[in-house]
Each structure stands twice: as structure tokens, then as C-alpha cells.
């Protein structure tokens, strides 16, 4: 079964630090680009970050953009995305996603997502 | 950055109704590289349409995506009570990749 399992979600202080992991299985990992898309509550989707399949390529959004970090350990088939400096209007749930396979890059598998919460 | 508007905010439709979702870009979208997603409460998107036009694996043939320019339309022929939901639109032609706000359709 193509399943994504994200972990690592939590309370913190703001300008604090966490770490979440996406857990990949029943698919080719090293082979597909992967993306980041939170959602704070009761509102939309927002894009975060997409890293390319070898994990040597990263795009991010700018209100992100020098404070997260995307990685992909293809050994460990674990996709990881570092959060400082955290804000509360960081304050959202995590998906990770899979980029379809081939040139488009529309999300066709998703995780249940991890609540990270940034507050005092 | 490509900025995704959607209209209408809240659709009120019944089941056996057609529904007609809108999403306009700021600019050209390369390649029609616009996904489509419905999102049900308390759970992750589900990936509908890609590439404007295809729909994605399993997906019923009540769902359709068109494009004319930047205007794009997701439309469900026939409503059935699992289609009343939030569907949000995303262009992944040129990064930043955004979403549009979504559009709300519920039952009237």
C-alpha cells in the first residue's frame, strides 16, 4: 500500500525549533519529488516547500524561505522538514505529499498531517 | 508569484446538480499546469484533476476540468452526497506553487 505517515508535530515557543519526518512506503521513494503544504486551522491550503528526487534541489515559499529546511533521506526512505525560528502564524497542520509521477507535479498521495503549534 | 482566485466562495447546490467551480490566475499558467483537490473535514486533499483536463486514478467521470486562458473550471455533473465538500485548486507550472482559497460546496 502507497502510504505516507508524518510525525514529529507539537507545541512549541515561538522562536523555537522542530523537526517533522514523513515516513514513506510502498512506492519507489528515491524516485519522486516531494512537497510540504500546511493549513492553518480552519483555513486553506498553502504551499511550503518542494524537494526534488536525489534531494539536492529545494524551492520554498517566502514567508518560509530561510527559516525551514527540506531534506529527503532516500536510504531511509523519510522525507524531513526542519522548522526554526518558528512564529505563530506558523501554527498549522503538515502534509507531505507526492509529487505525481512524470512532468507534473499535482499531489496524488498525501499524508494525515501533523499539528504543530507555536505558542507562549 | 501566480495568485489563484476561486469563485464561488460557498456553492449551495442539491444532489443531481451540476456544479461549476471557478479558478482564474493571475497570469499564464505554463503548460496548464493547474491540479485540482477536494478536502473533506478533518482529512488530507484528494488529488482530482491534473494537468488541467485528466482526471486522476479513480476518480468518478462526473468530475471534469476545462481551461481557457487563465480561467480554469472543475465541474461535477451530477452531485452526490460524498461531492459536498471544499475544493481548492493549485498551478504547479512555476514555482511558488499556490493554491487558490477554495470554494465551499455545500448542500442546500
Known amino acids: 500500500e502507497v502510504q505516507l505517515v508524518e510525525s514529529g508535530g507539537g507545541l512549541v515557543q515561538p522562536g523555537g525549533s522542530l523537526r517533522l519526518s514523513c515516513a514513506a512506503s510502498?512506492?519507489?521513494?528515491?524516485?519522486?519529488?516531494m512537497q510540504w503544504v500546511r493549513q492553518a486551522p480552519g483555513k486553506g491550503l498553502v504551499w511550503v516547500s518542494r524537494?526534488?528526487?536525489?534531494?539536492?534541489?529545494?524551492t520554498y515559499a517566502d514567508s518560509v524561505k530561510g527559516r525551514f529546511t527540506s531534506s529527503k533521506d532516500n536510504a531511509r526512505n523519510t522525507l524531513y522538514l526542519q522548522l526554526n525560528s518558528l512564529r505563530a502564524e506558523d501554527t498549522a497542520v503538515y502534509f507531505c505529499?507526492?509529487?505525481?509521477?512524470?512532468?507534473?507535479?499535482?499531489?496524488?498521495?498525501w499524508g494525515q498531517g501533523t499539528m504543530v503549534t507555536v505558542s507562549s | 508569484e501566480i495568485v489563484l482566485t476561486q469563485s464561488p466562495g460557498t456553492l449551495s447546490l442539491s444532489p443531481g446538480e451540476r456544479a461549476t467551480l471557478s479558478c482564474r490566475a493571475s497570469?499564464?499558467?505554463?503548460?496548464?499546469?493547474l491540479a485540482w483537490y477536494q478536502q473533506n473535514p478533518g482529512q488530507a486533499p484528494r488529488l482530482l484533476i491534473y494537468?488541467?483536463?485528466n482526471r486522476a486514478t479513480g476518480i468518478p467521470d462526473r468530475f471534469s476540468g476545462s481551461a481557457s486562458g487563465t480561467d480554469f473550471t472543475l465541474t461535477i455533473s451530477r452531485l452526490e452526497p460524498e461531492d459536498f465538500a471544499v475544493y481548492y485548486c493549485?498551478?504547479?507550472?512555476?514555482?511558488?506553487?499556490?493554491f487558490g482559497p477554495g470554494t465551499k460546496v455545500d448542500i442546500k
Open positions: 505529499a507526492r509529487d505525481f509521477p512524470g512532468p507534473h507535479d499535482a499531489l496524488d498521495i
Open positions: 510502498g512506492f519507489s521513494f528515491s524516485g519522486e519529488a
Open positions: 524537494i526534488d528526487p536525489e534531494g539536492s534541489t529545494t
Open positions: 497570469q499564464s499558467v505554463s503548460s496548464n499546469y
Open positions: 494537468g488541467a483536463f
Open positions: 493549485q498551478q504547479y507550472g512555476s514555482s511558488p506553487f499556490t
